[in-house]
């Protein structure tokens, strides 16, 4: 934990982290950032770094999870390619998928995804979506999302406005509540429809 909270508690099955040992509370959580923080090492070396001391069966069981194997047996040396510092050498969604791999691999109770598909085209956004579902299952996850499609499926929805919480509920209710979620969804997926149509002219 970074920071204490301002009120309340925040519980982590059944315990306070506050009560909690930091190592404890972070072996217990993997996080998807909005950027990817690669290392100057291997494709396998940066996906081991979710949890050292896995195989490199496991850790290519965790690309191909995460839809990441297929474009590294691609590259000229496959996962003992160097990815330059912070993975200049690869595309913004194979970076992720990166990400994605190392969070498989890593397990976690609790998963956080910030703004994770944010920054990818569309054929990206489509493989890396599949992950993300396949990661999500089972576990506690948290989504930090401004596309709305992100969080459709969501067990619950909670939104956001100046630092304030102003709706929370599933995405069916939220739209029928006729407020800042109902305006911003309509107006997503409208731009969404017009991008789709211009790409097919």
């Known amino acids: 934990r970074f920071y204490q909270p301002g009120a309340g508690r925040i519980l982590l099955d059944g315990v306070d982290i506050a009560q909690a040992l930091p190592d ?4 217990r959580i993997g996080i998807v950032p909005q950027d990817t923080v690669l290392f100057a090492d291997t ?3 940066n996906i081991r770094y979710g949890r ?5 069966n496991e850790v ?3 690309a191909r999870a995460a839809a990441a194997d297929e474009f590294i047996e691609r590259l000229p040396q496959g996962y003992a390619t160097f990815v330059g510092e912070r993975g200049v050498r690869l595309s913004g969604g194979q970076q992720q998928r990166l990400a994605i791999a190392r969070a498989i691999l890593k397990k976690p109770a609790i ?6 598909t944010s920054a990818l085209d569309a054929e990206s956004e489509t493989l890396v979506q599949q ?9 506690t996850t948290l989504v930090i999302a401004h596309r709305l499609a992100t ?17 929370s509920g599933k995405h ?21 429809t017009l991008t789709a149509n211009n790409s097919r002219i």
């Open 24 to 27: 404890a509370v972070r072996s």
């Open 111 to 116: 998963l956080l995804l910030d703004e994770a």
């Open 60 to 62: 290519r069981a965790a």
């Open 172 to 192: 069916a209710e939220l739209m029928a509540q006729n407020g800042l979620y109902t305006r911003l969804a309509e107006l997503q997926f409208r731009q969404d």
């Open 131 to 139: 992950a993300l579902a396949g990661l999500m299952r089972e576990r």
């Open 43 to 45: 494709i396998l070396e």
């Open 52 to 56: 050292p001391g896995a195989s490199d």
């Open 151 to 167: 969080v459709l499926n969501a067990d619950r929805i909670v939104v956001m406005e100046q630092g304030r919480i102003v709706a």
